[in-house]
């Protein structure tokens, strides 16, 4: 499962450098951070409109603006499709040392995930995150969002990541939908 986020550093970031270079940068304003004290009791993707927003108790903490899997807009059904899956999960856990700035695993895949990739005789995949940009790339900020170019996962920028790590934790929920 390691590989396949090795393998999106790899070919991401050329496909992050081509975006960089048919963008013109323009000035970005920031929304102001969270409260300190903010926690998140759930998060909700929504791939058609390519935004993750964070709750509490059912009001709009932050919605943001992400980038998501080259492998098109269907559900994730195994491992190496380059998919986005699509169900309720939760945050499993974190990676500090990711080979992306920071990195929030999503419980991806869930039982039932197990259970069809098997029935089809495929291995479900795995290592499904939210994460920052490659390490070493924070220069790219926003226009990572111009191409879809992770593995599986959903990206945000470095310092979009650093604010969701703070303030959403472990176990939270989160619901995917196309």
């Not at 899997?69 to 999960?89: M, N, S, T």
């Not at 939760?90 to 990676?95: E, S």
Request: with cysteine.
């Amino acid at each position: 499962m390691r590989t396949l986020c090795r393998r999106a550093a790899l070919i991401g970031a050329p496909l992050l450098l081509a975006a960089a270079a048919a963008a013109a940068a323009s000035p970005n304003e920031e929304p102001p951070p969270l409260p300190q004290d903010g926690r998140a009791d759930r998060i909700l993707v929504v791939k058609s409109r390519h935004e993750m927003t964070l709750f509490r108790a059912d009001m709009v903490l932050r919605t943001y603006m992400v980038a998501l899997a080259r492998g098109g807009p269907a559900p994730k059904r195994r491992e190496g499709d380059l998919l986005v899956p699509e169900g309720r999960y939760t945050i499993a856990g974190r990676n500090a040392r990711s080979l992306f700035h920071l990195a929030l695993r999503i419980s991806y895949p869930a039982p039932h995930d197990v259970a069809a990739a098997r029935a089809r005789g495929q291995p479900p995949g795995g290592d499904i995150m939210i994460h920052g940009l490659p390490n070493g790339m924070r220069w790219l900020g926003p226009l990572h969002r111009r191409v879809d170019w992770t593995a599986g996962c959903v990206a945000v920028t470095d310092a979009e990541i650093e604010e969701i790590w703070r303030v959403v934790p472990d176990r939270t929920p989160i619901e995917i939908v196309a």
